[in-house]
């Protein structure tokens, strides 16, 4: 008997727009359905390169720029076979920030290409559905204060909110834009039912691969 593959949910969106809060209630209401489902997040400070990353952010050490983006997607390659084996085993996951961030990121910084940070990351597996958390910089910076980590700045993040933009255009990757300007749960609601369809679809397909 052949397992139903769970799916791979993503939440992308500048700093402040909510993405934190709103997969740990999709993980919440997805389990109270029955369905199982667990929330994974990226960089995944708890490894031995997420620590490097960790670092870094935290301004305690400092990484060519380079290197770190490269640092961020090995991050990623080495949960690629957890990832597998949960959806595989019919768990839905719900990722906090993925490959995307990436690519908006580091390309955000001068003298970066997309095509360049894309790069290391083709092949990962692919969401089935990528929601992106739209919030205008301004919103965004009225829901108080930048943290202190690195790049924690509103001309920052205005760049960053440009280059989601530019990989949104990219029809190969299924995008769907929630206004994040509303309540919490309003903003809920549609990601539930986003995520509910897509479950039900990916469900008997395989897994694909991410720009490839
Ligand atoms: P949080 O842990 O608060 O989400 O912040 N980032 C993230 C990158 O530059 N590249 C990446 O590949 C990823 C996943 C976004 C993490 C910070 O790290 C940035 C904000």
Known sequence: MSCRRGALI????????????????LVQALQQS???????????????????????????SNLEDHT???????????????IKQKLEQ????????YAF?????TSAKPGFSLEWCMNPDVGLPKPDLVMFLQLNPNMAANRGE???????????QRTVHQRFEQLM????????????ARTI????????????????????????????
């Open 90 to 97: 019919g768990i839905n996951l719900v990722v906090d920030r």
């Open 101 to 105: 961030s990436g690519v908006a990121f």
């Open 185 to 212: 749960e309003e903003v809920h609601k549609d990601i539930k039912l986003l995520s509910e369809d897509i479950i039900s679809l990916a469900e008997n397909q395989p897994v694909g691969e991410l720009w490839r």
């Open 10 to 25: 993503v939440l992308e969106g500048v700093d402040r727009a909510g993405k934190t809060t709103q997969c740990h209630k």
């Open 68 to 82: 770190v983006h490269l640092l961020f997607s090995a991050n990623r390659w080495e949960m690629v076979p957890l």
């Open 169 to 180: 255009q990219d029809s190969s990757v299924n995008w769907k834009v929630i206004d994040a």
């Open 34 to 60: 029955g369905r199982a489902a667990e929330m994974m997040r990226f960089p995944d400070r708890t490894t031995k390169i997420g620590k490097l990353i960790s670092s870094y952010l935290e301004k305690k």
């Open 146 to 156: 930048y943290g202190i980590e690195r790049y924690e700045t509103s001309a920052f």
